[in-house]
């Protein structure tokens, strides 16, 4: 296990020594997951395994933490999204065979080129965990929400085809 992160990476040559990487990252180096951010104090944790599968081919196991402070949509204060993400990776290339079965256990991912930027795959694991729509569960000044009795009363009081379903059962009679 490394005392600090690397900056680059070679996925295979860690597989292939069986290597543990345990640290932390910043998100202000993280360019694009700071434009999903309101403030981009912290980090990320990583505690990644590599290993080679029973093909022979690189793969990561592990887990990522973090608290991110994005901005609720609905009321547009911030929140705090807390991420626990199990991450496994099954590392491609170009000259591996793309059409071969992989374990339902295992996302695949494709790198063109190698070493590759362990941030870029922090971040990208990271982006894939966000909230398609950031909102807090109960906003806290509940102005932007409505009563579910406000809600039921609109759709029957409000209906325009009240009355001509009055009409109709009147036709009826």
């Avoid at 996302?107 to 080129?113: D, G, H, P, Q, Y």
């Avoid at 795959?121 to 398609?132: H, R």
């Avoid at 950031?134 to 085809?161: G, I, K, M, W």
């Amino acid at each position: 296990m490394l005392k600090e992160l690397p900056t680059w990476i070679d996925p295979t040559r860690l597989a292939l020594t069986h290597s543990h990487l345990n640290g932390r990252i910043a998100f202000v180096q993280m360019e694009r997951l700071r434009d999903s951010l309101c403030d981009i104090q912290g980090d990320a944790q990583i505690d990644w395994f590599f290993a080679m599968d029973d093909k022979q081919r690189p793969t990561i196991v592990g887990g990522l933490q973090a608290q991110l402070l994005m901005l609720c949509q609905r009321c547009l204060q911030p929140m705090s999204w807390a991420i626990d993400k199990q991450v496994a990776l099954v590392i491609l290339t170009y000259e591996l065979n793309k059409n071969e079965e992989l374990s339902a256990d295992y996302e695949a991912i494709t790198l063109t080129k190698t070493p590759v930027l362990l941030k870029t795959l922090i971040e990208d694991e990271l982006i894939l965990a966000l909230p398609i729509i950031a909102r807090h569960e109960v906003c806290p000044s509940h102005e932007y929400q409505l009563s579910e009795n406000l809600d039921q009363d609109l759709t029957c009081r409000n209906n325009q085809f009240n009355i001509l379903s009055n009409i109709k059962n009147l036709k009826l009679m």
